[in-house]
């Protein structure tokens, strides 16, 4: 087995996987290929090799293709046994190019990965392909991929092989769910941005004017001349990647699909703002100037003819677009009002929470936590002084005090950057206690870009590479600092960095090549809101009320979404009662309330991914506890929890307990 399955990694091409290429000829030399190296291949062989997962060959194709009589056998197969199709290395080989086709569909995740080089080098040049053909391409291979993997025999298969077949299975039955609604963007197959499905191609917080400059400056690594040439041929396919997303914007807005009036407005104004600063002061160009120690003049002369030429115009069709979609945009604000607009809502919320629960059930749920949550705030604020009025007066009050902010100036945006590393550094020291498997957790801690703050989300990290060349990062957004009490910042920053996503990221890292390229939302932002519980539980607030206040405040948050995101998308709830009960209930800052119910506009259900993923921990915590008893140990559950990797909610308890036993 272990010889044959040499073989066929040998054979297969790093860029056009057997399992997806949409190149047919290739795909059947590469099948002849491979079944030349046995002797005498069975029908059974030929009929694996033939298999759509394989290349899709006819078996008189493949018999006629086969070198007669067979004389370039490679020697060290000559004396294989011939192969039964189940006892081939097929699962593997099929998870694998699975990867590689994923890989290949979404390339930043290549270079996010650190994975852009040797044979995968030509990824380095390349963005995902965001026209209407890149979306069918995707969706067709994904659809053959889920195909292939349920022809898959179970008995076949190893545990290991079980739980990873299971875990893509699932990523690709909602994506190929997602991608037959027909419109808007589907990133459940992009680890970078499996996080935010959405109706809506380009918004205030969606599209490639931002996101990829962000990715671009954090991400694209520069060590010499070809990856300096590589991000000049990414600017390009930058200006390409804003004329595919238009293309779907304006096809979408003929089904009507449009953004609400308040978003498509707010949209615009962000793309002219962009547009209308010198291009010297786009990030896309200020980045590169800042990676090259010595910028060259032709290398910025480049940049800037790209830029000025490639990118701006393609902006201005953009804001076109969705200009000439404004008349027909409404105030109605939940998906709704989408075509199949119940259904859409109903698969968001499977894909973001991978549980069958009902809007209703969620909506409750909500509800009923955030009556504890304020039960438990207020026992605190008692302790505090503060009595007078509901919990989220109280806290509204503290967020306002200026004991609590920092000055929304430079200088108080750099000393609260400061107080975050700060913060990382205090809690990185009590790892060991959580954990008995320890990552590096290596992080930068940088300000959202200013082109884009207004429609960015408040924060948000992921881990860096595999190789650890490039760090995790942490994004925050100072468009305010008011955004930002003191006492807020502590559980921010356990749930982003560590021991959040940044920290369960490099676990993930450590897996299997397609494990590290799904990720699923219940699991992650519930392992960081329960990143957050561990930094309490930890002794981080022994000293600190205020901040014990801001977790508390931080879980009802995330409470007060399941109530809000289910109102707008499912109760038909105006824009501005969201925001009025949000206010209402949290008692987070005016400032912050409005970006927050937006943002919920866009990604439906995706809020509702963070509290019922965290619910779901506790849950089997709990259940670990009760089994164990005495034997029950913190640490070896958190090893299981973080190290079984990004899965859905439906198989973590199975996979934790197993390793656990």
């Known amino acids: 087995m272990a010889d044959i399955e040499r073989v066929l990694r040998s054979e297969r091409p790093p860029h056009h996987p057997v399992t997806s290429s949409p190149r047919r000829q290739p795909q059947r030399r ?231 009036s308040f978003l498509i407005g707010k949209t615009i104004a962000q793309l002219r703002a962009g547009l209308a600063r010198d291009i010297d002061e786009w990030q896309v160009v200020r980045s590169l100037v800042e990676k090259l120690e010595t910028p060259a003049a032709p290398q910025l002369g480049h940049a800037r003819s790209i830029a000025r030429d490639r990118i701006a115009p393609a902006v201005a069709r953009q804001i076109s677009a969705l200009t000439a979609l404004q008349p027909d945009a409404t105030d109605d604000a939940g998906a709704w009002k989408l075509p199949d607009g119940d259904a859409y809502y109903a698969w968001s919320l499977r894909a973001s929470t991978t549980t069958a629960m009902s809007p209703d059930e969620v909506h409750q749920l909500g509800l009923e ?76 801690i940088r300000r959202i870009s200013p082109d884009i703050e207004q429609g960015a989300p408040d924060g948000y990290a992921g881990p860096g590479s595999i190789d650890g060349a490039i760090p995790g990062h942490y994004f925050i957004n100072l468009r305010d600092t008011a955004i930002w009490p003191r006492f807020a910042l502590p559980t921010l920053t356990y749930h982003e960095g560590i021991p959040g996503h940044v920290w369960q990221g490099e676990y993930a890292n450590r897996l299997p090549l397609l494990r590290s390229l799904l990720s699923f939302s219940a699991y992650a932002e519930g392992w960081a809101l329960y990143a957050e519980q561990l930094a309490d539980e930890l002794g981080a607030y022994e000293d600190d009320p205020l901040g014990q206040l801001g977790y508390l405040q931080s879980l009802c948050f995330r409470a007060c979404r ?77 090893d299981a929890l973080v190290q079984c990797g990004n899965v859905p909610l439906t198989m973590l308890d199975g996979i934790v307990a197993g390793s656990l036993v």
């Open 30 to 260: 590469i099948s002849i290929a491979l079944i030349s190296r046995l002797e005498r291949p069975s029908d059974q062989v030929l009929s694996w090799f033939a298999s759509p997962a394989n290349g899709g060959n006819s078996i008189a194709d493949l018999r006629r293709g086969l070198p007669s009589p067979w004389k370039r056998i490679a020697p060290r197969a000559r004396n294989l046994k011939v192969l039964m199709p189940n006892d081939l290395p097929n699962a593997g080989l099929l998870l694998e190019n699975i990867a590689e086709g994923l890989l290949s569909a979404y390339p930043e995740n290549a270079t996010h990965l650190g994975l852009d080089n040797g044979t995968r080098a030509s990824l380095r040049r390349r963005l995902a392909d965001r026209s209407p053909e890149g979306v069918t391409q995707i969706a067709g291979r994904a659809t053959e991929w889920l195909e292939a993997l349920n022809r898959l025999p179970p008995h076949a298969l190893s545990p290991a092989e079980r739980s990873d077949v299971d875990v893509a299975r699932t990523a690709l039955q909602l994506a190929v769910e997602g991608f037959a609604f027909g419109f808007g963007d589907i990133s459940a197959l992009s680890v970078n941005f499996s996080h935010r499905n959405t109706p809506y191609v380009v918004a205030q917080n969606t599209g490639a004017f931002v996101e990829t400059p962000e990715f671009l400056a954090s991400q694209h690594r520069l060590a010499g001349a070809d990856d300096t040439d590589a991000y000049l041929d990414r600017l390009a396919a930058y200006g390409a990647a804003l004329d595919g997303e238009t293309e779907r914007i304006t096809r979408d807005g003929a089904r009507g699909v449009t953004l609400p």
């Open 369 to 444: 936590q955030v009556r504890d949550l304020h039960g438990r705030m207020d026992t605190l604020l008692r302790r505090q002084g503060l009595s007078g009025g509901s919990v989220p007066e109280r806290m509204a009050t503290l967020s306002r005090s200026p004991d609590n902010l920092f000055p929304n100036t430079a200088a108080g945006r750099e000393q609260l950057l400061v107080y975050l590393s700060r913060l990382t550094d205090g809690i990185r020291e009590q790892m060991p206690r959580a954990f008995r498997t320890l990552v590096p957790g290596r992080l930068e």
């Open 562 to 638: 399941l109530v809000v995101d289910t109102g707008l998308h499912a109760k038909r709830w105006s824009r501005e009662r969201a925001i009025g009960w949000f206010a209402e209930h949290s008692g987070s800052p005016d400032s912050q309330i409005a970006g927050e119910v937006d943002r919920y506009c866009v990604w439906p259900a995706q809020c509702c991914s963070y509290k019922i993923g965290h619910n779901e921990m506790n849950r089997i915590r709990d259940a670990a506890r009760r089994a164990q008893g005495a034997d029950f140990d913190l640490r070896s559950f958190n």
